[in-house]
């Protein structure tokens, strides 16, 4: 239910505001935009998830999995930018992918204790 005002507000960029102010990357801008909405989604399960489990004993887990993300980000970064040529598609992936990673892997560290 979230989701659906973000969206909106970012719809509104992409056909309102952009346009009057960049018109030559209106599109990039608000495909960008567009884009991110899914790793804002998994970027808000981790946060929740988070701060329903006891602060204390997570924040070890936290730790890690958020080093290994930014280690994983960065190796991503590198093969899509460098080597595939992606640019504004590439950082939607990896950031979406990063999230995904994150919120994964801090489960599964948490489970396993």
Not at 33 to 41: A, H, K, N, Q, R
Not at 54 to 75: A, E, K, P, W
Request: proline share 3%; aromatic share 16%; net charge positive.
């Amino acid at each position: 239910v979230l989701m659906i005002p973000i969206i909106v507000v970012l719809l509104l960029f992409k056909w309102v505001v952009f346009p009057w102010v960049l018109p030559e990357i209106s599109h990039l801008a608000g495909n960008m935009g567009i884009g991110l909405t899914v790793s804002l989604y998994f970027n808000a399960l981790y946060l929740i998830s988070r701060s329903l489990l006891n602060s204390r004993q997570m924040f070890n887990h936290q730790l890690v999995s958020n080093i290994t993300t930014i280690i994983f980000h960065i190796i991503c970064c590198e093969v899509v930018f460098r080597y595939l040529g992606w640019v504004v598609y590439g950082a939607i992936f990896t950031r979406t992918l990063s999230d995904i990673f994150n919120f994964n892997l801090f489960f599964n560290i948490s489970k396993l204790k």
